[in-house]
């Protein structure tokens, strides 16, 4: 109901467990780099535990995305099972055949250990992920120890991660299970988010998701760290509730009055009368607003007598909900649209992309490139891969999603990806970004539009071109040297003013990393001091003076 209202590509807060939206903490970093030596371990048990809504299932959602390309995962996310049940699922997974109607252990044992040996020869890894552990009879756990004994004379041929809340180490300190106990490896308990982490969890979240400003102002923090305990998935349910009371209250942001109100029906502090008349009438309000909300943003040219059945709703609203202020939200806050009988749109330009009737939609990526290659001064050839011929130039694509704030950070050319109103995909080549105004290149036509035109149609998703060391690939990483190092040092001493000297011994090490964390927090990144895809962007972005920019800078031409 909100994301238009606040100009947001998808809701930010959800529960479900999207590695996108991660928030890599110190801790979570630390629950992450346990997992990771757990695939890539040689065999025995890896325990990451923590409480409920902690960030665990997506923790291990974000590793699924980084296993190596040797390693053979299965990951069981229900482990109410019986011994036969769970092993019949770990060949399911492993891809393992076998005869449906069998019920042996033994022969399901030596399937699998088969399987690890077949594996194993070919140079392969097997890696077993079990979520929600803490749900594991003792008779399954002892089941999983004895599957860690299926072993060459250099390693065990099966690392088994468990995940799940803290009664799974209770459960662990059991005297029959010390066996198993005594095979952890690696283990690590995940805890809340301390109240700094709070605000910059709420701030990536929003970030992902689009947001163009602040919308839970820094004084709330505290409130909001207090009311959630620093725990992520409450934190969500409770941000969620406040965005939509802003929005049903048609305020431009988050206040103490409308977080407050949120916890108190997240945890149910009212009433139980009272709290279900209230949540019947919010959902009506929310309804009826709504509605009002379609008419005024999507109608703003039409026949004023449109605008006046909208206040007809508002007016109802009023009546059932007398004690509430009620204010009729037309537009996302950045459009500053009044309620009128006279309703005209801020600026006099279109409030929608469309692609040109007279090029064939299946030009429109190919195009689009062309168009981003020619800001930057280079050659295109439609037929080849736009990401290869970058690099034979000495450039690298980056591809990501965000929101508006996010580009004009970057201030850089970048191809979108859109939808028409039919929902019809198109590509388009955003080459310039100031104040309530976007221009493109749509096919063979330059567009001017309104920003409101991208609420609708944006997917999130940019390709930017970029001076990247080519040895960098993906990430810089740490204790490293060469040419990527050098670059990540001497881009890092530009930007904060400093003169460093820069050889070819020249380390990833501490003082850099020290450096790079200043860098990022500086720029509204995750100070985490490792130099991934972003922060070399950014970094890039800020530093190369031959690079297309978005807008002009004051004096320039």
């Not at 409480?51 to 069981?76: F, M, N, S, W």
């Not at 250099?154 to 066996?179: D, F, S, V």
């Not at 009128?340 to 409030?351: A, F, Q, R």
């Not at 720029?523 to 985490?528: S, V, Y």
Request: aromatic content about 8%.
């Amino acid at each position: 109901m909100y994301q238009s209202y606040f100009g947001l590509v998808e809701a930010p807060f959800s529960i479900a467990p999207d590695p996108h939206y991660l928030y890599m903490s110190e801790h979570h970093q630390e629950a992450l780099a346990t997992l990771l030596y757990g695939v890539r371990g040689d065999g025995g048990f890896v325990l990451l535990t923590g409480e409920v809504g902690a960030g665990k299932t997506t923790i291990c959602r974000h590793l699924l995305e980084q296993v190596p390309e040797a390693c053979d995962l299965a990951y069981i996310f229900n482990p109410k099972l019986t011994v036969v049940e769970l092993l019949s699922t770990i060949c399911d997974e492993f891809g393992i055949k076998y005869p449906k109607s069998n019920t042996s252990i033994k022969l399901f044992v030596g399937l699998i250990n088969n399987y690890l040996l077949d594996g194993h020869a070919k140079g392969r890894r097997a890696v077993l992920i079990i979520d929600e552990a803490q749900n594991l009879s003792v008779d399954v756990l002892e089941q999983m120890r004895l599957l860690t004994n299926l072993e060459t004379l250099q390693r065990k041929l099966l690392q088994i991660i468990l995940i799940g809340q803290p009664e799974l180490i209770a459960m662990l300190e059991r005297p029959e299970l010390r066996q198993l106990a005594q095979r952890i490896v690696a283990r690590h308990h995940l805890s809340s988010l301390s109240k700094k982490e709070v605000g910059a969890y709420v701030r990536h979240r929003l970030e992902v998701s689009g947001a163009q400003r602040q919308l839970f102002p820094d004084a709330l923090i505290g409130k909001l760290y207090r009311l959630s305990k620093g725990v992520p998935r409450v934190i969500n349910v409770i941000c969620d509730r406040a965005l939509l009371g802003a929005f049903v209250q048609g305020k431009e942001r988050v206040d103490l009055s409308t977080l407050t109100q949120a916890a108190h029906e997240v945890f149910g502090q009212q009433p139980k009368t009272q709290r279900n008349k209230r949540l019947a009438l919010m959902g009506g309000m929310v309804l009826l607003v709504g509605g009002a909300l379609a008419v005024s943003v999507y109608q703003q040219n039409q026949a004023p007598q449109k605008v006046a059945i909208a206040q007809k709703i508002v007016n109802y609203v009023k009546s059932v909900m007398p004690s509430k202020s009620v204010t009729l939200p037309l537009a996302p806050i950045s459009q500053s649209v009044a309620v009128s009988n006279d309703v005209k749109p801020v600026v006099d330009l279109p409030t929608k992309l469309e692609f040109p009737t007279d090029v064939p939609r299946s030009r429109s990526r190919a195009m689009a490139y062309g168009a981003l290659f020619q800001a930057w001064q280079a050659s295109y050839q439609e037929s080849g891969d736009p990401c290869h011929q970058a690099e034979a130039v000495g450039l690298r694509c980056r591809t990501a999603r965000g929101g508006l704030e996010e580009l004009r950070q970057f201030n850089m050319p970048a191809v979108l990806y859109l939808l028409d109103n039919q929902g019809q995909p198109f590509y388009a080549t955003l080459t310039k970004l100031e104040g309530e105004s976007a221009t493109f290149i749509i096919g063979n036509e330059t567009k001017v539009v309104t920003l409101s035109a991208l609420a609708s149609q944006w997917s999130g998703y940019y390709t930017q071109l970029l001076h990247l060391p080519l040895d960098s690939h993906d990430s810089i990483l740490f204790g490293k040297h060469g040419l990527a190092v050098q670059w990540l040092s001497r881009q890092l001493a530009q930007v904060q003013g400093r003169t460093v000297q820069i050889t070819s011994a020249t380390t990833f090490d501490d003082d850099l990393k020290s450096h790079l964390k200043q860098f990022q927090l500086s720029q509204g990144l995750i100070p985490d001091g490792a130099a991934r895809p972003q922060t070399l962007a950014r970094l890039s972005a800020m530093t190369d003076q031959s690079a297309p920019r978005l807008s002009y800078q004051q004096g320039g031409n």
